[in-house]
């Protein structure tokens, strides 16, 4: 009932750009903070964005290795966030997943997968050069 869904994962060439959404079934049952994760061969699962929208407020957040090129954002009315990549590059390659998290308040960790209690099947992100 909670567990989101990605879709818009592909293959695009280096400096192309790829739109990832994640329906949040179910988004009512927990907080209002929702992360972009990905997993790259051979590597642990790291945290790329992460977005929390409350009463007049909106905290974005980024993995260095993605600011400017990557933005989260939210929309309320159908409960789905978004991640936009442009200027991809091959590093960017990996399993992207959606998560949400019960709770989330300013000043805590945003990018500690274990934190998070939903996660999607995740969708692929291939980035050639």
């Known amino acids: 009932q909670v567990q989101p869904v990605e879709s818009g994962g592909g293959s695009v060439q280096a400096g192309g750009s790829l739109r990832l959404s994640c329906a949040a079934s179910?988004?009512?049952?927990?907080?209002?903070?929702m992360g972009w994760f990905r997993q790259a061969p051979g590597k642990e699962r790291e945290g790329v964005a992460g977005?929390?929208?409350?009463?007049?407020?909106?905290?974005?957040y980024y993995a260095d290795s993605v600011k400017g090129r990557f933005t989260i954002s939210r929309n309320n009315a159908n409960n789905t966030v978004y991640l936009h990549m442009n200027s991809l590059k091959p590093e960017d390659t990996a399993i992207y997943y959606c998560?949400?998290?019960?709770?989330?308040?300013?000043?805590?960790?945003?990018?500690?997968?274990?934190?998070?209690?939903?996660w999607g099947q995740g969708t692929q992100v291939t980035v050639s050069s």
């Open positions: 998560a949400t998290r019960r709770s989330w308040r300013r000043g805590d960790s945003w990018s500690i997968p274990r934190e998070y209690n939903y």
């Open positions: 179910g988004y009512s049952y927990s907080s209002n903070f």
């Open positions: 977005i929390y929208t409350g009463t007049g407020v909106t905290f974005n």
